[in-house]
């Protein structure tokens, strides 16, 4: 079954075994996903209020149930007015605990920001940001990642009077480029656990998934070195030079830095030795590899090395060319053209 596009990135598509048999009570289970999620609006903000919160007994509510049937069933045979009693006393205090439950999720608000690009296989996570107008505590609220919840994998936290807290989700992509963050899952069962409260949330911020990075790279493939002669050149004329040295017997007076000796009491000369660069370009197809994952994996390695050793690097990709450079927005830069390659 194919999954509609405006729902692609918010859950996993089946396993890859799962795929190679038809299974109609899945098939209907995911159809009637997508038809759910479809009808949910995608915002990065969410108030929850009676038309997006829902509620059913939990299995300890159905367990009360049968309880206090049979309570109600025995007390009635034997004419028990103790069994009376505890019978509407433990149905009350369900009843009770019921609208509380509701009431700790109503009215809040849900928000969160598009996080920073992340890795593959190094696991992802972004903040929501939960909001509390009331002049009491939220207790007992947990968020999960819509497919996980069934899993455990909830993150718990208190909301205070009038306060914000945040709660860092994590989950774990399946593949790189953009996407939107995956639906939530927001629910409580404060104070008794007898019922289950919950809300679904589609947010509309995206994350970008970079390559995963190989953990064992081949050292970086230079592609020769050439002087920058005529750069150097107008940089001598201009007395612009690269760097400082220690002061040597014979320097010219005008490549002293006066300004450092008055300071710390010691010469030095600017360096006016030219340039020596290395031509470094990352290609995909000089990689040595085959697959296309492994080849974005050993190419996102050398950006990072390169990156990290304050080289000029470009990148070659089929239908793409970045000339060379350095710094964090040419790295960014390239680590974006392999996500959505």
């Given at each position: 079954m194919?999954v509609?596009?405006?729902?692609?990135?918010?859950?996993?598509?089946?396993p890859?075994?799962?795929?190679?048999?038809?299974?109609?009570?899945?098939?209907?289970r995911?159809?009637?996903?997508?038809?759910?999620?479809a009808?949910?609006p995608?915002?990065?903000?969410?108030?929850?209020?009676q038309n997006?919160?829902?509620?059913?007994?939990?299995?300890?509510?159905?367990?009360?149930?049968?309880?206090?049937?049979?309570?109600?069933?025995?007390?009635?045979?034997?004419?028990?007015?103790?069994?009376?009693?505890?019978?509407f006393?433990l149905?009350?205090?369900?009843?009770?605990?019921?609208?509380?439950?509701?009431?700790?999720?109503r009215a809040?608000?849900?928000?969160?920001?598009?996080p920073?690009?992340?890795h593959?296989?190094?696991?992802?996570?972004?903040?929501?940001?939960?909001?509390?107008?009331r002049?009491?505590?939220?207790y007992?609220i947990?968020l999960?990642?819509?497919?996980?919840?069934m899993?455990?994998h909830w993150?718990?936290?208190?909301?205070?009077?009038?306060?914000?807290?945040?709660v860092r989700?994590?989950?774990?992509?399946?593949?790189?480029?953009?996407?939107?963050?995956?639906?939530l899952?927001?629910e409580?069962?404060y104070?008794?656990?007898?019922?289950?409260?919950?809300?679904?949330?589609?947010?509309?911020?995206?994350?970008?998934?970079?390559p995963e990075?190989?953990?064992s790279?081949?050292?970086?493939?230079?592609?020769g070195?050439?002087?920058?002669?005529a750069?150097?050149?107008?940089?001598?004329?201009?007395?612009?030079?690269?760097?400082?040295?220690?002061?040597q017997?014979?320097?010219?007076?005008?490549?002293v830095?006066?300004?450092?000796?008055?300071?710390?009491?010691?010469?030095?000369?600017?360096?006016?030795?030219?340039?020596?660069?290395?031509?470094?370009?990352?290609?995909?197809?000089?990689?040595?590899?085959?697959?296309t994952?492994?080849?974005?994996?050993?190419?996102c390695a050398?950006?990072?090395?390169?990156?990290?050793?304050?080289?000029?690097?470009?990148?070659?990709?089929?239908?793409?060319?970045?000339?060379?450079?350095?710094?964090?927005?040419?790295?960014?830069r390239?680590?974006e053209?392999?996500?959505?390659?």
């Open positions: 194919s509609p596009s405006t729902l692609l990135g918010e859950f996993d598509p089946p890859a075994d799962a795929r190679n048999w038809y299974n109609p009570i899945k098939a209907a995911r159809r009637f996903h997508g038809w759910a999620m009808r949910l995608i915002t990065d903000t969410l108030t929850l209020a997006n919160i829902y509620i059913l007994p939990s299995r300890a509510g159905l367990m009360l149930g049968v309880t206090l049937l049979v309570l109600l069933v025995a007390s009635i045979n034997y004419q028990l007015n103790l069994g009376y009693l505890l019978t006393l149905a009350g205090s369900a009843v009770i605990g019921m609208h509380v439950s509701h009431s700790t999720l809040l608000q849900l928000s969160v920001s598009a920073p690009p992340q593959m296989g190094t696991g992802a996570s972004f903040d929501v940001v939960l909001t509390n107008r002049h009491s505590t939220r007992g947990g999960a990642v819509l497919n996980q919840a899993l455990g993150a718990w936290t208190d909301v205070p009077a009038q306060g914000m807290c945040s989700i994590a989950f774990q992509p399946r593949r790189r480029g953009r996407h939107r963050l995956p639906a899952n927001a409580t069962r104070p008794l656990g007898t019922f289950r409260v919950w809300s679904v949330w589609r947010p509309a911020a995206q994350m970008l998934i970079y990075i190989e953990s790279p081949p050292p970086l493939p230079f592609g070195s050439h002087r920058a002669g750069a150097a050149s107008n940089r001598q004329s201009n007395d612009e030079f690269d760097g400082v040295r220690a002061y017997r014979g320097d010219p007076f005008k490549r830095v006066w300004k450092k000796a008055a300071k710390t009491g010691e010469l030095v000369s600017r360096d006016a030795t030219p340039l020596q660069r290395e031509e470094l370009w990352l290609d995909f197809h000089a990689t040595g590899l085959i697959g994952e492994e080849r974005l994996a050993r190419l050398w950006v990072l090395r390169a990156q990290t050793q304050g080289l000029d690097y470009g990148l070659r990709l089929p239908g793409q060319r970045i000339a060379p450079a350095c710094g964090p927005m040419h790295q960014q390239c680590l053209a392999l996500a959505l390659f």
